[in-house]
């Protein structure tokens, strides 16, 4: 029973594989995290320490089901647990604050602008039908030296 079949060890190479895989995914993701960290909102921060504590907490918890190790009755569960809960509580206030932002009336929008641009093209129009006539000059007589002796 020591001897595993092909297809077994087939599966073990598999798991393997991608447990490497994951340990390069987490390292980036960290490494990532400390670079971006500085321009990221309070909670935007939030999301991404929760996210990164719930992989390392469900790594863990495959880790010790690998050994062989009984979950059922082991901290890494209530550890899980309220990774969970942090992450929905982040969650609500995410959609919370979504829902804070205004939201634009689209077709109302497309009205007052399309109004507003008839108001002024009407008002350039009416500028270039009307256009002001000067006023007239009045004739003044010029008294010149004849006119004055009379």
Do not use: C, W
């Amino acid at each position: 029973m020591d001897e595993l079949t092909q297809d077994e060890q087939n599966r073990i190479d598999s798991l393997q594989k991608s447990i490497k895989e994951i340990e390069i995914q987490v390292e980036g993701l960290i490494k990532k995290a400390k670079e971006v960290e500085e321009e990221l909102t309070p909670l935007e921060k939030a999301e991404l320490d929760t996210t990164i504590a719930y992989i390392i907490t469900s790594l863990f918890y495959i880790y010790l089901k690998t050994q062989g190790i009984s979950t059922q009755d082991h901290p890494i569960k209530y550890e899980l647990e309220q990774v969970k809960l942090y992450m929905n509580k982040v969650h609500d206030l995410v959609e919370l604050n979504k829902n804070k932002f205004l939201k634009v009336d689209v077709e109302a929008a497309k009205r007052i602008i399309l109004h507003s641009t008839q108001q002024i093209n009407s008002q350039k129009n009416e500028k270039h039908i009307k256009p002001k006539s000067p006023s007239p000059i009045k004739k003044q007589k010029i008294k010149t030296k004849k006119n004055s002796r009379k």
